[in-house]
Each structure stands twice: as structure tokens, then as C-alpha cells.
């Protein structure tokens, strides 16, 4: 279909990755995976911050949908991996817009405690929307099958409502969980899901070992590595957690079954490391 003039709207604005903490010293991405990412906001979706591969052509790129910790909407707070992900193909929407790291993280807004999945949801409707609006740069260039929502913190619990969603392929919880079962909540999940949490350490660890306890209607990973809350998410390309993460959304959005074996059976990866403590239940 040729793009009708009076559906075109206007361009996206390019952001730096010097707003990502940490990475003023950097004139290229530190990423490394096959793509050159980049970063930018789209006037088609304000208030939010997207990743992408700078060359969208090649395979249909799957779908990210990430929410922030402590609902902040600082869009460029966990940039480190979400830069990571978009150079191995996905096209990754953070809430919130770019914030300058030496800016209060809160200074643009916090998501309500009632929000839920709700702004996950509804950018879910846009991005499917722009995979098949002429105009647009995604243009039937994105796998709209494919779709995860994550987050970390409260952006774990806002992804954990937005699974519900039946667009969506997988989610990932990580430094997260209910604060008090909700079968409502668990009965509602669809797809595999993983969670990754900091240890005994992380404050969120038994929230994540009751969903655990209480969620028995789909696939489920969890593994714990004992960093605390915080994690590794602020070192380059996310750490640790940003590759686990990565891994997981390969196996899941990619089907990429090399990935897989940091999940998938009694010697995986993470099941024989000495950093992670694994469980698993429908998982083989």
C-alpha cells in the first residue's frame, strides 16, 4: 500500500546516548549485538522513549514494552538494556520520556498505583497500528505475533497485569512481585514467564516467591541472583540481568533455541551457574 501524503505525520527527534547513565564517554553504542541501535522519541506516542535497530529491513523485529521501575516515566532510566536489546533486533518502548542522568529520575512524572497494565496496554495498540500504517517507518517491519511487556520494581507489577493482554507472547517480572496474591491477577496469564530477582537481598523477593508459590497455570522461571534490588541494571548493556533478560526474550520472541539452553533443562545454563539459584515449573 503507497503512503497517503495526509497520513504522514512527523518525523521522530533522535535522542543521544549520552542520556543513558554513564555513557556521556561513549560516541558509539557499547552494545553487542548484530545491529547499530539507536534511540528516539515518536510524536505518535509522546511521553514515551523507543529503541530500535537503526536498519528496520531484514526479519520482522519482535515487540519490547518495558515499564520503569518505581513507575517513574524517566524514559532513559534502565537505557543500558534496552539499548543492548534493540542491537540484537527487538524494537523496545520504555515508559517516559529521554531525562538527563543528572536530573531527578521522578522529575517527569510517576505512573498512579492504579495504573496497572493499562499504559503497556495502549502501547501496544500503537506500535501494532504503526506495523501497518503506510506511512509509518514500521511498516509491516515488525513481528506483531511476538510481543513481551517487562519492567523491573513496580514496572514488574504494572507488566504483570498487562500480560493479561492477549497480544502478548511473554513477560518478564524481574526485582518483583505482588505485594499479596490476586488470583484474579495469576488466572489471567497466558503465556510463559519469567522472573528474576537479586537474591534474599532484593526487597522484592518474597513478593516474587508468593506469585511463584500461587502461579500454576503457566510455564514459569525463576531465578535469583543475590545483587539486591538494584541489581545490575546500571552496568553497561544492563549486566547481568540485561543478558538473562536478552536470552529469555531471544528463546521467547525469536524462537532462537541456542537461547533457549540458558533455560530449558535439568543442565541449563542458569540451572548449573554459580551466581543463579533456579526453579522452574512446566519448564522441562
Known amino acids: 500500500m503507497a503512503c497517503n501524503p495526509a497520513d504522514k505525520t512527523p518525523d521522530p527527534t533522535p535522542v543521544a546516548i549520552s542520556m543513558i547513565m554513564g555513557y556521556s564517554q561513549y560516541t558509539t553504542p557499547p552494545t553487542t549485538g548484530p545491529f547499530m541501535p539507536v534511540i528516539e522519541t515518536d510524536p505518535g506516542l509522546p511521553n514515551w522513549t523507543v529503541y530500535r535497530p537503526s536498519d528496520l529491513g531484514g526479519r520482522p523485529h519482535p515487540i519490547l514494552v518495558w515499564a520503569e521501575g518505581g513507575c517513574l516515566q524517566d524514559g532513559t532510566l534502565y537505557g543500558q538494556y534496552l539499548l ?21 529520575p521522578g522529575s517527569n512524572g510517576i505512573r498512579g498505583s492504579g495504573a496497572g497494565g493499562a499504559p503497556q496496554t495502549m502501547t501496544i495498540d500503537w506500535i501494532t497500528a504503526e506495523n501497518e500504517r503506510a506511512c509509518s517507518q514500521y511498516y509491516h517491519k515488525l513481528n506483531v505475533e511476538k510481543i513481551a511487556v517487562s519492567g523491573q520494581s513496580c514496572g514488574g507489577i504494572m507488566s504483570l497485569s498487562a500480560a493479561a493482554d492477549k497480544r ?29 530477582i537479586g537474591g534474599s537481598s532484593d526487597i522484592a523477593y518474597n513478593n516474587a516467591e508468593s506469585d511463584y508459590m500461587n502461579i500454576n497455570n503457566v510455564p514459569l522461571f525463576n ?16 549486566g547481568e540481568f540485561g543478558r538473562v ?12 533455541m541456542t537461547a533457549a539452553k540458558m533455560f530449558v533443562g535439568p543442565s541449563c545454563e542458569l540451572c548449573t551457574s554459580t551466581v543463579w539459584t533456579v526453579k522452574k515449573k512446566m519448564i522441562p
Not at 84 to 104: C, E, K, R
Not at 223 to 238: K, P
Not at 245 to 256: E, K, V
Open 84 to 104: 543492548q536489546a534493540a542491537s540484537f533486533g527487538f524494537v523496545a518502548i520504555a515508559d517516559g520520556v529521554p531525562t538527563d542522568p543528572s536530573a531527578d
Open 168 to 196: 502478548v507472547t511473554t513477560a518478564i517480572i524481574n526485582n518483583s512481585g505482588l505485594f499479596s496474591p490476586d488470583q484474579t491477577v495469576y488466572s489471567a496469564l497466558h503465556t510463559p514467564i519469567a522472573y528474576f
Open 223 to 238: 531465578g535469583n541472583d543475590d545483587v539486591g534490588h538494584g541489581a545490575t541494571w546500571g552496568d553497561v548493556n544492563g
Open 245 to 256: 533478560n536478552i536470552g529469555w526474550l531471544q528463546w521467547q520472541l525469536m524462537d532462537d
